[in-house]
């Protein structure tokens, strides 16, 4: 069964660049038709997608960050990354990578504090 | 952007009965191939989301089949046979017909 694991630092200073890694295991991140995606989700409150990229690398993001935001895979090492820059108090939120929507790894709190 | 409005916020339900989530969207969700990319994710506590329904009706690898949705064009519902302790979380609708990909505010089931 496909798994997914977020990885990267839990703690971001603000107007710094949050970078988050997702490992893909049990299947290959360039052999599904379907897009990879990070979706956010602050504390106590909704779900946000942030972005998402196609197994061809075509990428799509939403545009209240779009300005700030880079999606990109690495199929060599099964992998998606996401880079979120200049962040804020405001972008504090457990961090999700998805094969959307089905399957979705465990998520990541990032809170940026200095 | 698609708006997903869902309602109830929550929804106090005794054990065995029956709940159910309306998702309404600000346009048709039917895609130009003509698929309706709706779908139904739980949240448990402390959990992450799981995929419940995709495509408005079709039960994910592993979904009891007291969960079945329904719904067309702009009005979808998430229906729950018979509620079970389990069954306690966040549930939130979502769209992929079109970007930006959108979700509903979701409802919170627990036990009366």
């Known amino acids: 069964q496909l798994q997914l694991q977020e990885s990267g630092p839990g703690l971001v200073k603000p107007s710094e660049t949050l970078s988050l890694t997702c490992t893909v295991s049990?299947?290959?991140?360039?052999?599904?038709?379907?897009?990879w995606g990070w979706i956010r989700q602050p504390p106590g409150k909704g779900l946000e997608w942030i972005g998402s990229?196609?197994?061809?690398?075509?990428?799509y993001y939403n545009p209240s960050l779009k300005s700030r935001v880079t999606i990109s895979v690495d199929t060599s090492k099964n992998q998606f990354s996401l880079k979120l820059s200049s962040v804020t108090a405001a972008d504090t939120a457990v961090y999700y990578c998805?094969?959307?929507?089905?399957?979705w790894g465990q998520g990541t709190l990032v809170t940026v504090s200095s | 952007d698609i708006v997903m409005t869902q309602t109830p916020l929550s929804s106090p339900v005794t054990l065995g009965q029956p709940a159910s989530i309306s998702c309404r969207s600000s346009?048709?969700?039917?895609?130009?191939?003509?698929?309706?990319?709706l779908s139904w994710l739980q949240q448990r506590p402390g959990q992450p989301p799981r995929l419940l329904i995709y495509?408005?009706?079709n039960r994910f690898s592993g979904v009891p089949d007291r969960f079945s949705g329904s719904g067309a064009g702009t009005d979808f519902t998430l229906k729950i046979s018979r509620v079970e302790a389990e069954d306690v979380g966040v549930y939130y609708c979502?769209?992929?017909?079109?970007?930006?990909?959108?979700f509903g505010g979701g409802t919170k089931v627990e036990i009366k």
């Open positions: 998805a094969l959307l929507a089905d399957y």
């Open positions: 049990g299947g290959s991140i360039s052999s599904s038709s379907y897009y």
């Open positions: 990229i196609y197994y061809s690398g075509s990428t």
């Open positions: 346009q048709s969700l039917v895609h130009s191939d003509g698929n309706t990319y």
């Open positions: 495509k408005i009706s």
């Open positions: 979502m769209q992929a017909t079109q970007f930006p990909l959108t």
